[in-house]
């Protein structure tokens, strides 16, 4: 466990911490850092969890998870969070399943120029990310015009939206806090039948 502020074992975890930690857990068996480091407030932790989950790993979201994880480690990267980046681009990586392809987005977007890689929606989704990262005040209805002109629903909007802003409070309180991946397993598929938190 790695941060700047005191994180509280299992075994020192009052019957409350004890119940957010349980619902924060992975299949492993761990709590990751992200989670651990709200330990003295259980009840952020418990809220994180269910933002965490209804943003990014919710059955009812259409967008797909490669894009959904690439956006992610796009917001990551703008906002310097190398835990976030970690977690969300190995799980880009292992979604894209091509090496090559997967090389060639990381280098676009840590150039942050998503355009020499993406085109059309993608790239649309990508500016409107670094937008609303990078400049939120700035943001006017064109801006979600233009990714319905690109043929993402409203719903799909909506998803974005909500995967855009859990990273930019999670990447805040990580860098924070100097929340690190020591100890932590990183990524969502670091085996077949992980459901990690990161």
């Keep these: 466990m790695s941060a700047w502020i005191s994180m509280i074992d299992d075994e020192n975890a009052d019957s ?12 492993h068996g761990t709590v990751d850092n992200v989670m651990r480091v709200h ?13 965490y989950r209804a943003a990014l ?23 310097d969070c ?3 980046f970690a977690n969300h681009w190995a799980n880009a990586r292992h979604l894209i399943d091509d090496d090559q392809r997967a090389d060639a987005i990381e280098q676009a977007l840590r150039l942050d120029l998503p355009d020499m890689v993406f085109e059309g929606a993608e790239a649309a989704m990508m500016h409107y990310a670094h937008k609303l990262t990078l400049q939120p005040g700035d ?9 319905r002109e690109a043929g993402f629903d409203d719903g ?6 909500q995967i855009i802003g ?8 990580l860098n924070g806090l100097g929340v690190t991946t020591d100890g932590d397993i990183v990524g969502f598929y670091k085996d077949s039948a992980s459901d990690d938190i990161a």
């Design 16 to 27: 409350d911490l004890l119940e957010a930690l349980a619902m924060a857990r992975t299949p």
């Design 39 to 51: 330990s003295h407030r259980p009840n952020t932790m418990r809220g994180h969890v269910i933002l």
């Design 57 to 79: 790993h919710d059955d009812a979201n259409t967008l797909p998870l490669w894009l959904q994880e690439t956006i992610s480690s796009y917001v990551s990267l703008l906002n």
């Design 82 to 84: 190398a835990y976030s």
């Design 139 to 147: 943001m006017v209805e064109q801006d979600v015009v233009q990714l």
């Design 156 to 161: 799909q909007i909506l998803e974005a939206n």
């Design 166 to 173: 859990y990273f930019n409070y999670v990447n805040r309180c």
